[in-house]
């Protein structure tokens, strides 16, 4: 079976410009996680989706940061403008039912984004 | 407001020796699921175990081994005869399960486990 996956693996860009990060997750899984992971702040959830819809983006540092999810099989997050510190591992993660109804998050390999 | 603490920032154990990972939670839900995470150095997070607050019930697959105590509210991971494969970090996690809270995964800093062969 296909995790969820994450493209690209790593990406390295100058600050400015727009950075768009993409996950797919698990066929059948209708919860979708993004989470950020630095050094300083270990890992954080950054916004869900249940359906395509989001449902908590309260992690969401600023506006530079978006996410879409425009179907069951795709979602999108895009930083732009970036910056520095922006620089971290992004993990997708998915799940077939509420974290708290018994079902684990199933993780991506991530993104190691490094913004110059 | 829920909480993971992993006191043990890096630990290093001699391969074959067993080791115990910490994991102390807080909440204030009755219901709520605990989960340990391992991070290889490759990088990607991969599902160990979940445990629901209702089942005190220790559990052992191969060589490893949870052991979970409401009474001091802790998720303890074990891992008996360790080998260098075991080496990554390891994150404990809570999510309480209530409503959309049940989504929310609050981990913990992570251990860094390094078996030296």
């Known amino acids: 079976d296909a995790g969820v996956i994450q493209s690209p693996r790593h990406e390295v860009t100058e600050m400015g410009q727009e950075v768009t990060l993409r996950c797919k997750p698990i066929s059948g899984h209708d919860y979708l996680f993004w989470y950020r992971q630095t050094m300083m702040r270990g890992l954080e959830l950054l916004i869900y989706f249940n359906n395509n819809v989001p449902i908590d983006d309260s992690g969401m540092p600023e506006d530079r940061f978006s996410a879409k999810m425009p179907n069951a099989s795709f979602s999108t997050l895009k930083i732009q403008p970036s910056e520095p510190r922006d620089s971290a591992v992004y993990f997708c993660?998915?799940?077939?039912?509420?974290?708290?109804?018994?079902?684990?998050?199933?993780f991506g390999d991530g993104t190691r984004l490094s913004i110059l | 407001a829920q909480k993971v603490t992993q006191a043990q920032t890096e630990i290093s154990v001699v391969e074959k020796e067993d080791v115990t990972l910490d994991c102390v939670y807080e909440?204030?839900?009755?219901?709520?699921?605990l989960f340990w995470y391992k991070q290889p150095p490759s990088g990607e997070l991969v599902f160990l175990i979940r445990r629901k607050s209702f089942d005190e019930q220790n559990e052992i697959s191969g060589r490893y081994s949870w052991n979970f105590q409401k009474s001091t509210s802790s998720f303890n991971f074990t891992i008996t005869a360790s080998q260098v494969v075991d080496s990554a970090v390891y994150f404990c996690?809570?999510?309480?399960?209530?409503?959309?809270?049940?989504?929310?995964?609050?981990f913990g800093g992570g251990t860094r486990l390094m078996v030296i062969p």
């Open positions: 996690a809570l999510s309480e399960a209530e409503d959309n809270a049940g989504n929310m995964l609050t």
């Open positions: 993660a998915s799940s077939s039912q509420p974290t708290g109804h018994n079902q684990p998050q199933h």
């Open positions: 909440t204030r839900d009755t219901t709520y699921y």
